[in-house]
């Protein structure tokens, strides 16, 4: 049985790999496929920790169904707004979006 | 090394190797293919972990659904081809440093933390119980989830859509 340490680990590196794409891209639709990816590893940590929890319990599993729910829900009101700015901007690169920079 | 550690690299492998495209790929359409297989790659650590109904979901949902819409996204506003263009900001240097200090911290927390926690060997009966809990305990949120649905569809809609008047 693999320990609980490696996939928190390897939740850690997915989660840092998609914040590092949130940091840096250009992109918007880019910056919520880095989105996915953090979610994806908080989902792998409640499943993981749920599995291995003393007694079986599931509650683990309830959040990540709620949290892939509410990924839908952002996923399809994010693209909403990015087909609005690319409509209004004719770019999505959102450092050239800079209306209200101060 | 047992099957399961061989087949839990394997898949880790896949994820981390397919997420790290998806943030560094210059074309948006590599980009998705690549995020497809960091979910297949989570989906089968789902099933390593004994749920089988959130692999079930990761696959239906996030595979068939937000990918596709995803590429739709890239497909409507992406302009003819962006070679040449930089695909990052300036910032890139700084973010990495930080990624790299949340990496290393979180991989010590964790290994301080959970040295040797092993599951207990009964998994729990998965898709049976998460159907009792969701409509038992969990009535209440999973009734609020289905009207958080409701209203991003109908603020996707309202956003999306074109002004007929104004044209």
């Known amino acids: ?102 | 090394m047992t099957v399961t550690e061989g087949v839990f690299f394997v898949m880790a492998a896949c994820t981390v190797g397919a997420s790290l495209l998806v943030v560094l790929a210059r074309n948006l359409v590599h980009c998705a293919i690549a995020l497809v297989f960091a979910f297949f790659g989570v989906a089968g650590l789902f099933v390593l972990l004994d749920a089988e109904f959130l692999a079930a979901a990761q696959v239906l949902l996030y595979v068939g659904g937000i990918t596709i819409l995803l590429l739709f996204a890239i497909m409507l506003t992406s302009r003819i081809s962006a070679g040449g263009l930089k695909i990052m900001n300036e910032q890139v240097g700084i973010a990495g440093v930080v990624v790299f200090a949340i990496v290393g911290l979180l991989a010590y927390a964790n290994l301080r933390g959970f040295p040797d926690a092993v599951a207990p060997l009964t998994a729990p009966d998965n898709t049976a119980s998460l159907g009792k809990l969701l409509l038992t305990t969990y009535v209440l949120p999973f009734e609020v989830v289905s009207l958080l649905l409701l209203a991003a569809m109908v603020g996707a809609i309202v956003l999306a859509r074109r002004d007929r008047e104004k044209d």
């Open chain 1, 1 to 102: 049985m693999v320990p609980l340490s490696y996939y928190l680990i390897l939740s850690a590196i997915l989660f840092c790999i998609g914040m590092f794409g949130a940091l840096t891209r250009r992109n918007a639709v880019g910056i919520l496929m880095a989105l996915e990816l953090m979610f994806n590893a908080v989902n792998l940590n409640f499943v993981a920790f749920s599995r291995y929890l003393p007694q079986p319990l599931l509650q683990g599993q309830i959040f990540a169904i709620f949290v892939i729910t509410v990924a839908a829900a952002e996923a399809a009101v994010g693209l909403a707004i990015v087909l609005g700015l690319y409509r209004n901007f004719q770019t999505i690169n959102v450092d050239e979006i800079n209306l209200m920079k101060w």
